[in-house]
């Protein structure tokens, strides 16, 4: 089958008006676009990179949602109040309440709406600080991004929603009484909006902004495109917008950073069993506590990182890792000395931690960490494999301040009439560390929502 492949227009063929415009072409923008136009709305997205999907092609875990049908489908009874309780939690009780609930209730409702659009996720994972396989993805147990994007530009160019790249907007328009009229594309071009959502996602790959509100992250590399500059958070100030918690920066504990580029390693292959060690083989964290925490202990060892360790059963659980091993980040060994003497670490404590590991697996009991999720299988099955990560900056929970209808508020905490916010651009949801699986349940259910705040005052 070939491989689909869409076709984005370039800016001089936009027209002078739409009813609502969509700045960004990631998960949140894609997503809005389609609900508002299947609100009855015109509809244009604009992008400033020639590529679309912007950060959520490079997501892999999944959609976390909780009493989804897909759930009951797998006998996982699920509670939507343990969601929030534990997303309210992992994010330092810091979140914003409102908001917190419409995601909550609204995230398996959004699971529906893929799978009316035929982007089905039907397999669940496990991702930290949550207590049940919340994190829905693909049925190939591929990564959920790079489905979800494709999945969202099949149904935009089914419905002739036209995207345009390398359009970059350098200004938001405002009439006389400071409501957003429109945009202005590339410093020239003036298109006219009854409404506009800024999808425009974080500020990861900006270290001048995060030089600002975090001036000890600067010099950490980045699981960020090169794209996520902020300029959504920019525009947004021009025109007055309040922005919030920005020094809220979660650090990724498991990439790899070795090379020119780097590249996130999914949560889901900890989620599937996968363990971590030190340079003596020894487990020091529950691999699957909150990302901050787990992150924090990498960085303590002051050992040049750490290893993700797991074997031939867990890799066929996680599509993503072909791709690692593809682009050679994945160490292999026949055996667990082998593995050791490759990376470098004690073999006789490897062989001894993954022994203890994999009781504790059979036990369902870890005295040693506590660790209670992502034990459906020990490190058992020939070959072994290691990956080599360290923290990186990968996700900005602080951003735009909105409401649950995703209405942007000013300097005064009074909405900003025309202009909507939805995804990493905004700020409130996921307090001081966000829950792995908690983004991409965050593009589908903000956006659709923006999606239909915007419809329904293009609608007047």
């Not at 930290?128 to 147990?141: D, E, L, N």
């Not at 651009?425 to 915007?454: C, D, K, P, Y």
């Amino acid at each position: 089958m070939a491989k689909f492949v869409y076709e984005a227009k370039k800016i001089n063929e936009a027209d002078s008006e739409y009813d609502v415009v969509v700045i960004g072409a990631g998960g949140t923008g894609l997503s809005a676009a389609l609900q508002a136009h299947e609100l009855g709305a015109s509809v244009a997205v604009f992008e400033k990179n020639a590529k679309l999907g912007g950060n959520t092609s490079k997501a892999s875990s999944g959609m976390n949602a909780a009493e989804s049908l897909v759930q009951y489908d797998h006998g996982i009874i699920d509670s939507k109040e343990d969601f929030y309780k534990e997303t309210l939690q992992g994010g330092g009780r810091l979140n914003d309440r409102e908001m917190l609930r419409y995601f909550v209730d609204h995230a398996p409702l959004a699971v529906d709406w893929l799978a009316e659009h035929e982007i089905a996720l039907t397999d669940l994972t496990i991702t930290g600080g949550m207590s049940q396989k919340r994190a829905h993805r693909p049925a190939s147990t591929a990564p959920v991004g790079g489905y979800l994007v494709e999945g969202l530009l099949k149904n935009i160019q089914k419905e002739d929603i036209p995207v345009f790249n390398e359009a970059k907007i350098t200004k938001l328009l405002q009439d006389e009484d400071k409501r957003i009229v429109g945009i202005e594309v590339n410093g020239t071009k003036q298109i006219a909006a009854k409404a506009v959502i800024l999808a425009t996602g974080g500020f990861g790959a900006s270290q001048e902004i995060i030089k600002k509100y975090r001036p000890d992250l600067v010099g950490y590399k980045t699981t960020n495109q090169a794209g996520a500059t902020g300029d959504g958070l920019l525009l947004a100030k021009d025109v007055d917008a309040q922005l919030i918690q920005m020094d809220f920066i979660q650090v990724h504990p498991t990439a790899q950073t070795d090379g020119e580029r780097t590249f996130l390693i999914g949560e889901a292959v900890r989620g599937e069993g996968a363990i971590l060690v030190n340079r003596a083989g020894r487990r020091f964290v529950n691999e699957l506590n909150t990302r901050k925490i787990v992150s924090d202990a990498i960085t303590g060892l002051d050992e040049d990182g750490a290893y993700l360790i797991f074997d031939q059963g867990i890799r066929d659980h996680v599509k993503a890792v072909e791709f690692y091993d593809y682009i050679g980040l994945v160490e292999h060994g026949e055996s667990l000395a082998e593995l050791a003497g490759k990376i470098g670490v004690d073999a006789a404590g490897l062989e001894e931690t993954v022994a203890a590991w994999n009781g504790a697996v059979e036990k369902h009991a870890d005295q040693a960490f506590g660790r209670t999720t992502g034990m459906d299988r020990g490190v058992t099955k020939a070959p072994f494999f290691a990956i080599h990560v360290h923290p990186a900056i990968h996700y900005t929970m602080g951003g735009i301040h909105i409401n649950d209808e995703t209405q942007v508020l000013d300097s005064n905490g009074k909405v900003i009439a025309g202009l909507f916010a939805a995804g990493e651009v905004s700020g409130g949801l996921h307090g001081n560390n966000r829950i792995g699986g908690n983004s991409i349940a965050e593009t589908v259910v903000f956006g659709r929502q923006a999606g239909i705040q915007a419809a329904k005052l293009a609608r007047g």
